[in-house]
Structure formats: C-alpha cells, structure tokens
Nanobody, 117 residues
Framework: QVQLVETGGGLVQPGGSLRLSCAAS????????MGWYRQPPGKQREVVAT???????AYADSVKGRFAISRDDGKNTVYLEMNSLKPDDTALYYC???????????WGQGTQVTVSS
C-alpha cells in the first residue's frame, strides 16, 4: 500500500509561483512513474506533468515552459514547480503513483491551488 501526501497549495496572485510536493510512503517509489494531475472547478481531471523512473518528463501543452516536475528518490518525493501562474491554473492538484507492470495506481487527496488577484 502506498500513501501520497501533497503539500504546497494555496492562494497566489497571477504571475506568481508555487511549489507543490508529494511525499510517498511505502516501497517502490524508484520504479514508479509519478505524475501531477489537476481538476479545475466543474471540469474533468487532466494530466499536468509526469516523470518516469528514468527522469523522462512530459507536460500538458498548457503548462509547458511554466511548470517543471522533478523527483528525489532518496526522499520518495516528487515536486511541481509552477511559475507564471494564471487564473486558469486554479484547480485541485493531485499526485499520482503508477507502476503499470504491477498494476499499481495510487492517488493523493489533492491540494488546492487558487490563482486570483
């Protein structure tokens, strides 16, 4: 069983920055693809960024050049650095842990990010 705890959300003005963290308990972090997803109000959950065990990253077009995902396997933690935030980035942000070969897929409870003046 893996538990994920997200921190770092909050209220920020447009153009501002936030750094989200997701700490994972349990074993297997090093072989997991970690991801950040978000669910804006009234909309479906969407992928924001992912990072493989080999540090290969992928981003949604809407955040390319503004957000950066990284991982620290020694701390079992994945980060999302968010810059130049826009009101459209307002959402509940979720951390995801996935190991396809073992059919493992876990979600955190989410952290709220609100971008507003």
């Amino acid at each position: 069983q893996v538990q994920l705890v997200e921190t770092g959300g909050g209220l920020v003005q447009p153009g501002g920055s936030l750094r989200l963290s997701c700490a994972a308990s349990g074993s297997g972090f090093r072989i997991a693809t970690m991801g950040w997803y978000r669910q804006p109000p009234g909309k479906q959950r969407e992928v924001v960024a992912t990072i493989t065990p080999y540090n290969r990253t992928a981003y949604a077009d809407s955040v390319k050049g503004r957000f950066a995902i990284s991982r620290d396997d020694g701390k079992n933690t994945v980060y999302l650095e968010m810059n130049s935030l826009k009101p459209d980035d307002t959402a509940l942000y979720y951390c995801n842990y996935r190991v396809i070969s073992y059919d493992l897929n876990y979600w955190g409870q989410g952290t709220q990010v609100t971008v507003s003046s």
